[in-house]
């Protein structure tokens, strides 16, 4: 992957709100009246967690974690780094971590093994997209958008090295054929 490589949509706008949409009816059902503490993962999710909130009409808090293992490259290093900690009481929550995408797994499993030792009343994972080909640790996703191919995708919050986050569509990136 180089600066050449350009984003082709493999998920459009319009997919993506119907998806969010049906994930905010599904988590509806479940949490209404339980006041849950929603738990972003950054930076990835943080616009797809702004457009599942929006539809989500109880209330709920939220609360964001800050957690890299790609560092600056195209492949996961399998090394987590906490960047930013949890100040939220868990214990007794309603946690529901929202990701942006469940590639080896190990972040999501650090995670959820670090929270569950803080004694939530329930703990889920509602996950943007899962691309299972790739999965190094078990992982159960409660709540999942897509299914993404073994490629690597960008936008709605996904980057490479940064880059393209801003795209409203859930694309791959592919090499210009030069
Ligand atoms: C990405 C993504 C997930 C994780 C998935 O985060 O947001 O948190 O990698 O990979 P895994 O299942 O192989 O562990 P990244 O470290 O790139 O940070 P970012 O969210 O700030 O882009």
Redo the contacts with the bound molecule.
């Keep these: 992957m180089d600066s050449q490589s350009k984003p082709r949509i493999l998920f459009s706008r319009g997919e993506v709100e119907a998806t969010v949409r049906r994930l905010a009816t599904e988590i509806r059902q479940d949490y209404q009246g339980k006041n849950p503490l929603l738990l972003g ?5 943080f616009m797809f967690m702004a457009d599942l909130i929006r539809l989500l009409d109880f209330p709920l808090e939220v609360e964001f974690v ?5 560092g600056g490259g195209r492949e ?1 290093s399998g090394k ?1 780094k906490v960047v930013q900690g949890l100040r939220s009481e868990v214990r007794g929550r309603d946690v529901l971590v929202i ?10 499993a650090f995670l959820l093994d670090y929270l569950r030792k803080k004694k939530p009343a329930s703990l889920k994972l509602c996950s943007l997209t899962d691309k299972p080909s ?1 999965r190094q640790v078990p992982v159960t996703i409660d709540y999942l958008g897509f299914t993404v191919p073994d490629k690597f995708i960008v936008g709605y919050g ?2 490479w090295d940064e880059k393209f986050r801003y795209l409203p569509d859930i694309c791959v990136l592919e090499q210009e054929n030069r």
């Design positions: 993962i950054l930076k990835g999710s800050r957690l890299s293992s790609y996961s987590i990701e942006d995408i469940v590639d080896t797994g190990l972040t999501i790739r996904l980057d």
